[in-house]
């Protein structure tokens, strides 16, 4: 699999933020499991120390990045055509004089690695440019983008999830211009810059982060990263400091509680999945998590309960009803894929995906109205900026 936009890195891929499913019981949380799990006396031997923690410079820049970024800037004077020429630079091959940055899906750098490595993945970059661009008197920040979910249709239960993020440049008010496709707008007068940016679309939900958030989604992605290694000292460490950093994202506990999952933990595991749902009764990647742990455990009920909780979500979703509208029209029952995309439309409507599909059924069906109709749409939705 490549995803280029993955930020967080999940043992299980799924989330919602958007279905009607509401808890029908409270949660309780055991707090004997989840203090020695946050304690980290499990995995170290003992409580850890504040001076075992991680302490990374994510913003940090060097002498040679401060001389990069002046130097490619330096021929121009707007804030918008710094902007453009800084990504252009450090995403130009070295060939062609620019620094050469490449995606990797492996590690999360800090800016200043992901320089010297010249590879980043979505947060790293943004980490770079960010850094880079302050550094130049532009107003730069973190930029969250919720992308679509996209399911693994041979698990119908199962669908990945990316956060993912880039940098937003806040140009002066009153300061109006067509952008170009390499580093898009998102609002009239602000440039976004994507590491991915065939990926990013305008209309997608995003929101600027602060510098807490930023570092806690950093943490969190290096330490599963290193769980994956098999390195647990240092992955505990890690997702430690993310929760010191912000403890609200559920996501988080949801990666804390699957370290622990991987270690045969199950009771801190459980713990730490319970406490992540009763601070977003909504994440479906932690009941997901939990159907999978009490699959495990051999409780079946509790596998069931979690399972039932998944699947009325993942009917509700409309990415769920657009695949499932593929898979009609691929055998050509056009009645079924329409009516779900009908449906699917209702719930997001500015899904370009949604209607191309449309527009290919109703071209196929000989119906040049409908299909002029999703079209129009596809043109309004590509070309209208907000």
Request: aromatic content about 12%; proline content about 3%; some cysteine.
């Amino acid at each position: 699999m490549k995803l280029p936009a993955l930020a967080m890195v999940f043992m299980v891929l799924l989330f919602s933020g958007c279905s009607s499913v509401v808890q029908k019981t409270p949660f309780s949380t055991d707090r004997g499991p989840l203090a020695k799990a946050l304690s980290g006396e499990l995995i170290l031997g003992h409580t850890y120390r504040n001076d075992e923690l991680p302490n990374v410079d994510l913003f940090g820049l060097t002498p040679e990045m401060r001389h990069f970024a002046e130097t490619v800037t330096a021929s121009v004077k707007r804030k918008d055509a710094i902007a453009e020429a800084l990504h252009q630079s450090l995403m130009t091959s070295r060939a062609h004089g620019g620094r050469g940055i490449t995606y990797t899906a492996y590690i999360t750098n800090t800016g200043i690695d992901a320089f010297e490595q010249r590879q980043a993945n979505c947060l790293s970059y943004t980490l770079l440019y960010v850094a880079m661009a302050r550094h130049l008197g532009l107003n730069a920040e973190v930029n969250e983008v919720m992308l679509p979910p996209t399911w693994d249709m041979r698990d119908s239960d199962t669908y990945l999830f990316m956060r993912h993020v880039n940098a937003k440049v806040f140009m002066p008010r009153g300061h109006m211009f067509s952008w170009v496709r390499v580093a898009e707008t998102a609002d009239v007068g602000d440039i976004v810059v994507d590491l991915e940016m065939r990926r990013f679309r305008a209309h997608y939900k995003q929101k600027v982060i602060d510098k807490d958030l930023v570092a806690a989604q950093f943490y969190s992605n290096r330490g599963m990263e290193f769980a994956a290694e098999g390195n647990a000292r240092e992955a505990f460490l890690y997702l430690r400091k993310a929760l010191l950093m912000s403890a609200e994202p559920s996501y988080i506990w949801s990666n804390f509680g699957s370290f622990y999952r991987r270690q045969k933990m199950f009771n801190e595991a459980e713990a730490i999945y319970l406490h992540g749902l009763a601070i977003n009764p909504r994440d479906y990647t932690i009941m997901h998590n939990l159907a999978g742990l009490y699959l495990e455990l051999g409780n079946k009920a509790k596998n069931k309960e979690y399972q039932q909780r998944v699947r009325q979500h993942r009917n509700a979703n409309p990415y769920y009803m657009f695949k499932l509208a593929e898979e009609f029209a691929q055998k050509n029952e056009d009645e079924k894929a329409l009516e779900l995309l009908r449906k699917a439309i209702s719930k997001e409507k500015d899904e370009v995906r949604f209607y191309r599909l449309a527009a290919e059924i109703y071209e196929r069906r000989g119906d040049k109205e409908n299909a002029g109709l999703m079209n129009d749409k596809i043109y309004q939705i590509n070309t209208i900026r907000f």
